[in-house]
């Protein structure tokens, strides 16, 4: 008989990681739809979720018994997104249901003047919660790495004022090749993953996991690429 994998870093080993947010108007905003999402992700064979807000994570904690990569967002002064701003965020997460924490890990600083790799130090100071880095740089995966993190993941690449790319079709496949010579620990592959065999790619490539959202769970973005490859 097969040995069940045992902890979360084997349990994702591999595997898919499925995002299930909406936002703002999107018709799919709502804690039990995105539940569904989930449900029908794990049918599908996905290893964990990813999902944002306490609601959210605690309607999918319902329904699914693999890993949740939960988060929160804020925003920067210049609009920025900001993941998981607060160390508050992560007690309320936790007690949702949440087994991972994702992190903005980016250098740049929070209104609390605390950089990601610092934030990251306090999570751990605190908690005994894997955390899952989100970087844009191998520099900041290194820093996120001696803080503390679990993961590093290439979330954020494309989506820092110093690393804006003006191509979505493709992850940062070369931010993904640094991490893993680099060995930072285990990596995740997240971003613009919008085909299978660029899933496939980034594990060949040397990623632990691969996260995929709106390709996926976005179905409003999915018909808008179809109807504008149409015109």
Known sequence: MARRPTTVVEKLRHGLIVSCQA????PFNSPQLLARFAAAAVLGGAAGIRACGTSSVHAIRKVVSQPII???????PNGRVLITPELSDVGALLRAGADLIAVDATLRRRSSGLAGNQLVAEIVKRWSVPIVADVSTLEEGRA?????????????AGYTDDTALSDDREPDWAL????????????????????????????????HAVVVGTAITRPRVVTRAFVDAMI
């Not at 996120?144 to 954020?156: D, K, M, P, W």
């Open 23 to 26: 936002e703002g108007a999107d």
């Open 70 to 76: 939960g988060l929160t967002k804020g925003s920067y």
């Open 176 to 207: 993904l090749r640094a991490l893993v010579r680099a060995k930072v620990g285990p990596v995740i592959l997240e971003g613009r993953v919008w085909k299978p065999e660029q899933a496939k790619r980034g594990l060949d490539l040397g990623a």
């Open 144 to 156: 996120a790495r001696e803080a503390g993190a679990a993961f590093v993941a290439t979330t954020l």
